[in-house]
């Protein structure tokens, strides 16, 4: 009896792989450990970062922020009150000191004004926004900031400066205007090998009070038939801005033309904003590879043809030599 032949570059192959699988699996753990903080570490959370408060003039509106010291040393926080405008499409904004009918700051009262927080503590500030008798109706906007910087106590470096702010929304009763628009809505291409499809609206804010769009898209397929509905998570539009609210349809594979169609209601009243776009789809490198392979396939019967007939002829008997 024979003893069987070692392939011995198989096993070496197979212990390569077991080795790369190992350290793949050693990497890939490696950056799912979070990061620890360091001796320096330092941070600010807040809670509720934003207010959506609705008041009358002459009202009286208290509220409560809560702030947490992340870091592992005391730090000193000093409050302070700003405006705030839209910046940009992407729902930033931009504190301010400045003046206009949206302000709001020079209502809010904070208490207290300057407090020390130790490690890892929290700390709940008390504010009130005192709406004017002659306030004019429609939105303003302000933030609440807190901040730190200076030196800590029982330190003699001094600290990195830090804000952090919660924004404050109110919309004062009385006769606004409540008006929104679909500048645009788009995809980031007209034609896809597959998904997932990118969407875009834009939407302007033509009142004088903040808007928060609540809308969906309906997929339509080239027939008409409905085959997706895609939920869109709300954005607040402050007055005369513009934001820009994406949304995703994760469908991987496309065939044929698609109409997509945006809905979005607002307002008290629940006004409504329409628009709708198009685009196609279709698996061009799938499809190119499954045609391929058949006209090997082809090729190759088309080569072995008089084997085939032969065979066939064995097969059913009608071969004779």
């Known amino acids: 009896m024979t003893k069987p032949k070692i392939k011995w570059h198989q096993s070496v192959i197979t212990v ?17 450990q979070p990061g620890s903080q360091g001796s320096s570490g330092t941070g600010m959370a807040i809670s509720p970062p934003t207010f959506e408060l609705t008041g009358n003039p002459g009202d009286v509106i208290d509220n409560t922020i809560k702030l947490t010291n992340l870091s592992n040393r005391p730090i000193t926080i000093g409050v302070d009150r700003r405006n705030f405008t839209a910046v940009g499409e992407e729902g930033a904004v931009g504190l301010t ?12 009262t904070v208490s207290p004004s300057e407090v020390t927080i130790e490690p890892g503590q929290s700390q709940i500030f008390s504010f ?13 906007f302000g933030s609440v900031i807190f901040k730190t910087g200076g030196q ?42 597959y998904g997932p499809i990118d969407f875009e609206a834009r939407v302007i804010n033509e009142g004088s009070v ?19 509905k895609i939920a869109i998570e709300p954005k607040n539009v402050l007055p005369d801005a513009t934001r820009r609210i994406p ?24 006004e409504t904003m329409i628009k709708s776009t198009t685009f196609s789809g279709f698996p061009v490198k799938e ?23 032969l065979a066939f002829k064995i097969l059913f008997g009608n071969y004779k030599a």
């Open 16 to 32: 390569l792989i077991g080795l790369g699988l190992t350290l793949i699996t050693s990497i890939v753990l490696a950056q799912e």
């Open 97 to 108: 000191d400045e003046e206009t009918t949206f302000s709001l700051a020079s209502w809010i």
């Open 128 to 140: 009130r926004t005192s709406v004017p008798y002659n306030a004019e109706p429609g939105g303003h």
């Open 152 to 193: 800590t106590p029982g330190s003699s470096g001094a600290a990195v400066a830090q804000e952090v702010a919660s924004l404050i929304l109110l919309r004062v009763a009385g006769q606004t205007t409540v008006s929104g628009e679909i500048l645009s809505f788009t995809t980031n291409k007209s034609f896809y090998d």
């Open 210 to 228: 903040h808007i928060k769009p609540i809308g969906s898209i309906t997929i339509n397929n080239m027939f008409g038939k409905q085959v997706d």
């Open 247 to 270: 949304a995703s349809w994760n469908k991987k594979y496309l065939i044929g033309k698609y109409t997509a169609t945006v809905v979005f209601s607002y307002g008290t009243n629940g």
């Open 287 to 309: 499809v190119g590879i499954i045609l391929a392979a058949l006209l090997i396939l082809l090729a190759m019967l088309f080569k072995m043809r008089k084997r085939l007939r």
